[in-house]
Nanobody, 127 residues
Framework: EVQLVESGGGLVQAGGSLRLSCAAS????????IAWFRQAPGKEREGVSC????????HYTDSVTGRFAISSDNAKNTVFLQMNSLKPEDTAVYYC????????????????????WGQGTQVTVSS
């Protein structure tokens, strides 16, 4: 059974940090690119960051560049999202997703392309 399980969300004050984890199972991790999306109330789901499992190359959307860092531990089939200098506008449910193409991550975040999704973890940033 394929599973993506997010963890690490919570409530933090503006300027604080959180580290999200996405633990994957049930598929060959190295064949996939992994992305983080987020969805705030009343807004569309948007891509935040992604990483290619084959070479570790990564992409960030403009609003998080310089504040967020994505990394992958292929031995543990886990992707992390380190979020620093958090802002109230970062408040959202964060989802990880996997696409069967190890080099997919080039800045496109088409939801329909992603094969597997996690259940999401809430991140709330207070002002």
């Amino acid at each position: 059974e394929v599973q993506l399980v997010e963890s690490g969300g919570g409530l933090v004050q503006a300027g604080g940090s959180l580290r999200l984890s996405c633990a994957a199972s049930g598929f060959t991790f190295d064949d996939y690119a992994i992305a983080w999306f987020r969805q705030a109330p009343g807004k569309e789901r948007e891509g935040v960051s992604c990483i290619n499992s084959n070479d570790g190359s990564a992409h960030y959307t403009d609003s998080v560049t310089g504040r967020f860092a994505i990394s992958s531990d292929n031995a543990k089939n886990t992707v992390f999202l380190q979020m620093n200098s958090l802002k109230p506008e970062d408040t959202a449910v964060y989802y990880c997703a996997a696409v069967f193409f190890g080099s997919y991550c080039t800045g496109n975040y088409y939801l329909r392309d992603y094969d597997y999704w996690g259940q999401g973890t809430q991140v709330t940033v207070s002002s």
